[in-house]
C-alpha cells in the first residue's frame, strides 16, 4: 500500500490528522518561521534589507508601495 502522494495528486487530509496533541505546536512554529522570513530576514533582492526594513525606506521617499 501506498502512502506518499504522487506528483499532482490531490491529498485529502481528516480533520482528526490535523487536530492531533502535537498540531498547534506546529501551526506556532510555522507562523513564527513565516513572521521571520516576511518581517525580519534579510532578502538579498532587497539589497541585504529585510521586507519590514525596505518598506520603512521606501515609505520615507514618499512612493506608494505596490503590492502584488
Not at 480533520?15 to 534579510?42: F, G, H, K, M
Amino acid at each position: 500500500m501506498r502512502t506518499t502522494p504522487q506528483r499532482g495528486e490531490r491529498v485529502k487530509v481528516s480533520p482528526v490528522s490535523v487536530c492531533t496533541p502535537w498540531s498547534s505546536w506546529v501551526w506556532t512554529l510555522i507562523e513564527t518561521w513565516r513572521a521571520d522570513y516576511n518581517q525580519v530576514r534579510p532578502h538579498s533582492s532587497l539589497d541585504g534589507q529585510s521586507p519590514q526594513e525596505y518598506e520603512q525606506n521606501f515609505n520615507q521617499r514618499g512612493l506608494p508601495l505596490r503590492v502584488a
